[in-house]
């Protein structure tokens, strides 16, 4: 590979691999405390929902929830948490759907199946190729 083959790395999956570690790093995500995360940033009064960092998945969708139960005068109960789950996997796959559809007009792009064994040294050397490191001193 020389340098002008390849003008970027494109990690890819079967889509049923991508779901499953959206779900888990979304898992990931609440049990490591995202609702509460929120919850402290709504509560100082400076942030809203319309800035940027409050637009990002999964903030998006535990703002609304709060927003939501607070309209009805009470805390977020399991069904709330429930669907916060299913509406941000949802958002992220989407997401994760745009990059990929925005990444396949990428010109000399390199795709390694990221599902494989091995393929951390193909992305390492890909990324050698693209951006060498400086030899010496």
């Known amino acids: 590979i020389r ?22 790093r979304f898992d990931q995500m609440l049990a490591e405390g995202l609702v509460d995360e929120v919850k402290r940033l709504r509560a100082t009064g400076v942030l809203h929902a319309e800035l940027p960092s409050m637009r990002c998945v999964g903030y998006r969708q535990v703002w609304d929830m709060l927003e939501q139960a607070e309209q009805m005068g ?8 429930a669907q916060l789950r299913e509406r941000g996997i949802a958002a992220t796959r ?16 390199h795709i390694v199946a990221c599902d494989q064994a091995g393929f951390v040294p193909q992305v390492l050397r890909l990324a050698q190729a693209v951006w060498p490191v400086p030899r010496g001193g």
């Open 3 to 24: 340098d002008r083959d390849v003008t970027g790395v494109q990690t890819c999956a079967l889509p049923i691999w991508l779901h499953q570690r959206i779900e888990r």
């Open 74 to 81: 009470r805390e977020p109960n399991a069904l709330d948490l």
């Open 94 to 109: 989407q997401l994760a759907k745009r990059q990929l559809t925005w990444l396949r007009g990428m010109p000399g792009r």
